[in-house]
């Protein structure tokens, strides 16, 4: 049976001090408020954020909401009651109030009134018009090569997978333990289905894999390597050009995940001549708790692939319903089973606001929101022996900062309680995601100062 604690450990949520039944598992995009904070656990009365709040804090904050130029995108996003400060945008995106509209009247205007005729009038193609407007927003990657399906999970399987066996006579796949757990478990799943060995680097947990490391394992018996270009815990940005080269060099495929970098930190995957990508769309995307994933396949190596899902609607005529499978052409042979059109909704909302505003505008406030996070837990933190736990040249830094402390786990379901929501990531880490469209360096001072209360708090005790 799963204990309480091995279960929010395992979900990723705040707090396994906050626990009451066991829980069905819940992915880390969709994991924190509902899966871990019981019905029975009630707001608690928070206290005064602004009157907590270091003056010197909150004077360097306003200063520089009043000259951050993407400062009143805030006000695009729904409005959270009883929120103080939302610092787990790399977790689950914040809706937009343009998708409340947009989802509010698809039942009526576009279900009920096309119903079925919907298919042929943009429902179909979705999965390829999204999967192009998210390559040419946010992955440098030109029209015919990303496609909107499925969770990450599957389609980093089905990316893996097809790679693998496009490199024949190769035995290796070359894979990271700091990864995030998914990406390790299908690539051991699939190295049990084809027999098929791990090579594991072991990066500094604080910073990430370098081109070194990548180097020092690689050779000719490398089919794929599978890396996250921004890491979870550290928020370590990879060096996608270089490791690329040293995997190609090696005659191996390159797969990145890139979940926390989508949205927030720009690629270029076409430039750096890219193999493989996954990511998901439920975080700086906008797109939903439970929205599908991406995938992108460079164009030369797409008709040489085969995925493993092989399902009607990536054949090359759906409706033919012949005898035998046969691959569409380009990106929709990656496609397995009928596109999930109201999970994509959202999605067009938020790639309409990155591309307004344009994500070199993005990074630069994510930059600016981590760096204020980390001189702010140097300055307000530190003395109550909180430690930064991502890198602190922010060339290498995405957009989150991991602080650390022992009791952390217990502060975290304290916070979210008071309407402050970082998340927690074992042993000790607490997230500080910093989603930069829906963020102000305000709200980022107030929740800081709220977690120095929590540390103060005995309520936040760890229990014996
Ligand atoms: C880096 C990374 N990879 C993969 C996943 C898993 O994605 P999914 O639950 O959509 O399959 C996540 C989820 O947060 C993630 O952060």
Redesign the pocket.
Known sequence: MTTPSSATAAHGGASAAADATDRPAV???TAPATAVVPETVAPAAAPDAVALTPPDLAERAAALDAADPLAHYRDRFAPSPGLVAYLDGN?LGRPLRATRDRLAGFVDDVWASRLIRAWDEGWMDAPTELGDAIGRVTLGAAAGQTVVAD????M?YKLARAAVGARPGRDEIVADTEN?P??RFVLEGIAAERGMTIRWIRPDPALGVTADDVAGVVSERTALVLL?HVA?RSAFIADMPAITRVVHDAGGLVLW?L??SVGAVPVELDACGVDLAVG?TYKFLGGGPGAP?FGYVARELQAGLRQPVQGWMGAADPFAMGPAYEPAPGIRRFISGTPPVVGMLALRDMLALLEETGMPAVRAKSVALTRFVIEAADQHLSPHGVRVASPRDAAVRGSHVTLEHPRFREVTALLWRWGVVPDFRPPAGMRIGLSPLSTSFTEVARGLALVAEALRDPGAAPRQ
């Open positions: 992915p880390e995009s977790s969770s990450t999970t599957v980093l995030f998914t990406d996250s979870f995940d979940c926390h998901c994933a």
